[in-house]
């Protein structure tokens, strides 16, 4: 059996880069945070071949003098760890592995500058080897260079990817740390072209705004949040904005970039009755809480990390993501846009046609409402909501009906403007102070019968079980079990009733009622699922949400119907009042606006 020896140190350090040094953003990531806790306030990054080649940051931080550039390149050597006390660091990078790491896969040269010296000194580390250790000239501050990352390494070096999907990775890199300190300016370049460039001092939404997407300025909302010692800020997009894929949700925790399922999966619960599946919000989000209340060491990039009490910290994002997003009241995120506006055409003027051909049509009467069918009285399920709306907004008598107490040039002050007509027995057309409002009839309604329903306490009757007539038994493996059996008393308070069955099942007494038919088993392997990926228990929570999302479409107005005047106002009075009414169940907005310099344009005055 071959003997146990200590590794050469060499050796150790390319172990370690295995874990640090991953690709040339892990890099960037440890050189940019490095820069951040030297106290900068200004950080330049220059890349070349998407880092492959070249790594440059540059700093104006405290900077470091020659005996201390020697000992950062050794391992476990940090000046972020003031004490003993891990659990309450700080700092963004404390293990004292990266440049060592950095250095032993790599041609690493640090130039280094206190503000109070004169001169500065420069170390140059070429794959583990110290090549050089001399004074250098440059401003206070310091410059680090890798170049030539995993050169003599084949075996790595053929595994990373493109140029410019490594490009990609630094620059997202470099976005998200920017987030994170607004009171520092970056600035990147990558192959001579500056791709980022940030002013310090910059305020938080306003700095989001330029790095994520400058529609968010318009169509998001502030968060600014406390529950306890928790702090939440940041800039979340109205449902309507969102993208296909999930990677525009920044996440932070005390300053520090993140991708925790636990954060993601909160984002996911607050935005679930508001955007379709397969949809995604578009926002950044920072929590602040003490630093004991956090565990950030338990992944090597720091990427990842552990609350002390999970459900509090859910808990508090989807409440306060959902009431910010309620406060933008009708908002959408649905400016005229440019294609669609392009196709408004300018027909020509067709010749007028002749008396003879006027009288040889047939006459055909204007269309009356006779066909009109009122509203049924009720839908299944929705109970007393849905009867008190139709009673109160819907049931109107058959014929026409103008507005009947506000004066026209009042009237055009709502937000909403008033109903001037129907088109395609679908979309209503008002005039509003500023311009032309279409509105989606069933969308709207869709929304305000989901918000009405949630009002009337739909959700509490939701929660009433419905006893099985034979009892399910479920099989899943034991710590599925454990987890599900510490959360029943939480599940019953949604109306499912579990009971341990043996060491690898649970029985199922109850389903909530209003989940009618379903499959018990697939619903229980959901939220063991969920339990293994969050530690909580709302996964029901948001099923039941996506149910009363499906009654609030099928009890809406339908596409096709006919409204009278008077039904389409209450419509949009009802919109101007209701929170989160600018998007339907489904994300897609529920109105637009033609503005009165739009239809100018149309018709060539501007």
Known sequence: MPTIRRLPEHLVNRIAAGEVVERPASALKELVENAIDAGSTQITVRLASGGLDLIEVTDDGCGMVPDQIALALERHATSKLPDEHIELVATLGFRGEALPSIGSVARLTIESRPHDSEEGWKRVVDHGIVAVDSPAALPPGTRIRVEDLFGKVPARRKFLRSARSEYAACQDVVRRLAMARPDIGFTMEHDGRRVIAVQPREELASRVARLVARELAEDGVLIDAERGTARLTGVAGLPTYNRGVADHQYLFVNGRPVKDRLLVGAVRGAYSDMLARDRHAVLALFLEIPPEEVDVNVHPAKTEVRFRDPSFIRGFLVGALRHALESSGQRSAQPAAAAAMNMWQVEPVAPAPSLGSLFAREYSPPQTRSDYQPAPSRVSEAGAAWRSYEESVMAQPSGRAEPATDEPGEALRYPLGVARGQV???????????????????????????????????????????????????????????????????????????????????????????????????????????????????????????????????????????????????????????????????????????????????????
Request: proline content about 3%.
């Open 424 to 606: 395609a027995g679908t979309y209503i057309v008002a005039e509003a102070e500023d311009g032309l409002v279409i509105v989606d009839q069933h969308a709207a309604h869709e929304r305000l019968v989901l918000e009405r329903l949630k009002a009337a306490g739909a959700e509490d009757a939701m929660a009433r079980s419905q006893a099985l007539l034979l009892p399910e038994v479920v099989e899943l493996e034991e710590a599925a079990c454990d987890a599900l059996e510490d959360k029943t008393a939480d599940l019953a308070r949604f109306g499912l009733v579990l009971e341990r069955f043996g060491p690898a099942a649970m029985l199922v007494r109850a389903v909530p009622s209003v989940l009618g038919k379903s499959d018990v088993h697939a619903l229980v392997r959901d939220i063991a699922d969920d339990l293994a990926r969050n530690g909580d228990a709302l996964l029901l929570g948001e099923k039941l949400d996506l149910v009363l999302a499906t009654m609030a479409c099928h009890g809406s107005v339908r596409a096709g119907r006919s409204l009278s005047v008077a039904e389409m106002n209450a419509l949009l009075r009802e919109m101007e009042h209701t929170p989160r009414s600018g998007q339907c169940n489904h994300g897609r907005p529920t109105w637009v606006k033609l503005a009165h310099h739009d239809i100018e344009k149309l018709f060539g005055r501007k």
